[in-house]
């Protein structure tokens, strides 16, 4: 039988273990509070960032609504224009940052505004009409919504892939994009022989604005060439644009920079309204080398598919302008910078050919624009082809072509296991203007294979490296770089989650 100073003793341990764990607990609850109290403190905190600069978008709209009588020549009424479009758009993605969204969805439409921001000042210095009307616009939104998108963790979502597509695509898109003949199933139909609902692809995409509903609405374009500039616009989501194939279905048309547009306007097709899918179609820019910058196709559409799709121009042929975009088995032509923008683009499975460009061009495939190190943008170019088109092929030894250059300060683009043809300089890259960005920069290879395909003499900038990690390169996958797992799966556009 124990004694009463052993009772005693073990009565004491007792009240001491029960009070340590008690202050245990306090201590638990005390943290867990801090850890609640913090991340509502950080809500708040970029609720009231976003507002500071939806009021600072807001005045500024305003402001520039009054600067169009200030305009002296169609080139500044062209860039002014732009800008009225690419404010409302701002003042679009901010609205839909204030309500419930992920962090991935936070930083992708912070960074696409940010985007449109340097895209209206992109476009009266490219006109060569900065003098006036760019400095009466001048305000401190951009800064407003940078700081803000410095609050947003800059880790994307791990999202999962279903048959080869990322979540992000609704089960019935990813059936509709696996079906041999989606077409069967449009709402309407365009033909220029008179068969269909309409001649012209934009009657079409008039009458899809007045429909009833939200779902994916389907426009069967059949075979022809469609001599039209199509703009569609973001109360037009959910379209589907479905060819005849890239070689019948063909959009085109011809306005470039020197013919008086910006580089933003200048595209033949182009598409905000999220959730867009187009297969079977070639978009098609006939300006020519001679014109400068004139865009085949422009895509600002979050969670947009290109299946199976063409695009042909010469500089500037493919606009990855802003938010999160996928490829697949596409065909791209150009010749300077002609795949370029600030999207969160992955281009899978794609081949992709450098034309013939001016006496004394020099070929560049990519230009990424990325301006803040906190936008989740860049350019991934996975399991595709790099090669010389047929009017190149005889130039190859005096023409030289480059993986990319830097457009933008954090330009960000990678190379993941391709085909790389002897058409690419042994240097790989090329500086935009001396050492621009050379360090700030992110420019990536990872297991790239062909003739063209050496890292030896690569370029030896800060910012590019040669990667040699699995974990690395897979940060630019689809499932990681733009959240497939979270859209793709859903349009039935088959694609490679990982490595």
Excluded at 19 to 33: A, N, R
Excluded at 35 to 62: I, N, P, T
Excluded at 257 to 284: D, L, M, Y
């Amino acid at each position: 039988m124990a004694t009463k100073a052993t009772m005693l003793g073990g009565f004491l341990t007792f009240i001491s273990f029960a009070c340590f764990f008690s202050l245990v607990s306090s201590i638990t609850l005390d943290v867990s509070s801090l850890k609640r109290s913090a991340l509502k403190q950080k809500f708040e905190f970029r609720k009231m960032a976003v507002e500071a600069a939806m009021d600072g978008a807001l005045r500024a709209q305003s402001h520039n609504l009054w600067l169009g009588q200030k305009c002296r020549n169609k080139r500044e009424k062209a860039a002014w224009a732009d800008c009225l479009v690419l404010y409302q758009s701002t003042i679009m993605q901010l609205n839909r940052t204030t309500g419930k969204c992920s962090d991935v969805e936070a930083q992708t439409w912070l960074s696409a505004a940010i985007t449109n921001l340097e895209t209206c000042k992109t476009g009266f210095i490219e006109l060569g009409v900065s003098d006036y009307m760019l400095p009466l616009m001048s305000n401190n939104v951009s800064k407003l919504i940078s700081n803000t998108l410095a609050t947003v963790p800059s880790v994307p979502d791990r999202d999962n892939y279903t048959e080869g597509l990322p979540e992000w695509v609704t089960p019935g898109d990813r059936k509709l994009l696996q079906t041999s003949s989606p077409s069967s199933q449009a709402n309407l139909v365009v033909a220029q022989d008179g068969s269909g609902n309409f001649h012209t692809i934009k009657a079409a995409l008039d009458a899809a604005a007045k429909r009833s509903g939200s779902g994916r609405y389907i426009i069967n374009v059949k075979a022809g060439v469609y001599k039209e500039n199509l703009e569609i616009g973001n109360s037009l989501t959910n379209i589907m644009l479905v060819g005849d194939g890239l070689r019948s279905t063909i959009i085109t048309g011809s306005r470039s920079v020197v013919g008086g547009s910006t580089t933003f306007n200048s595209a033949t097709v182009a598409v905000t309204g999220e959730r867009f899918i187009a297969q079977g179609i070639t978009f098609r820019n006939t300006a020519g080398p001679e014109n400068h910058q004139a865009v085949a196709f422009r895509s600002g559409s979050d969670m947009s598919v290109f299946f199976r799709c063409g695009f042909e121009g010469y500089q500037d042929t493919l606009y990855t302008y802003s938010q999160r975009q996928f490829y697949r088995e596409c065909y791209i032509y150009g010749t300077v910078d002609f795949i370029f923008g600030n999207a969160a683009v992955v281009l899978q499975n794609c081949m992709i050919y450098a034309r013939k460009p001016m006496t004394g061009q020099t070929n560049v495939v990519t230009a990424q624009g990325r301006t803040d190190p906190n936008q989740n943008t860049g350019i991934s170019i996975h399991d595709s082809r790099i090669m010389a088109a047929a009017d190149l092929k005889p130039l190859i030894g005096s023409v030289s072509t480059y993986l990319g250059r830097p457009w933008k300060e954090y330009s960000r683009t990678v190379y993941l296991q391709n085909y790389l043809d002897t058409l690419v300089s042994p240097v790989g890259w090329l500086e935009w203007d001396g050492d621009f960005a050379l360090s700030t920069l992110f420019y990536g290879e990872y297991k790239n294979f062909g003739p063209g395909s050496s890292t030896a003499n690569r370029v030896k900038w800060g910012g590019y490296r040669v990667i040699t990690s699995l974990s690395e390169a897979s940060k630019f996958t689809v499932g990681s770089f733009i959240a497939g797992g979270s859209w793709l799966p859903g349009t039935g556009v088959p694609f490679t989650s990982g490595m």
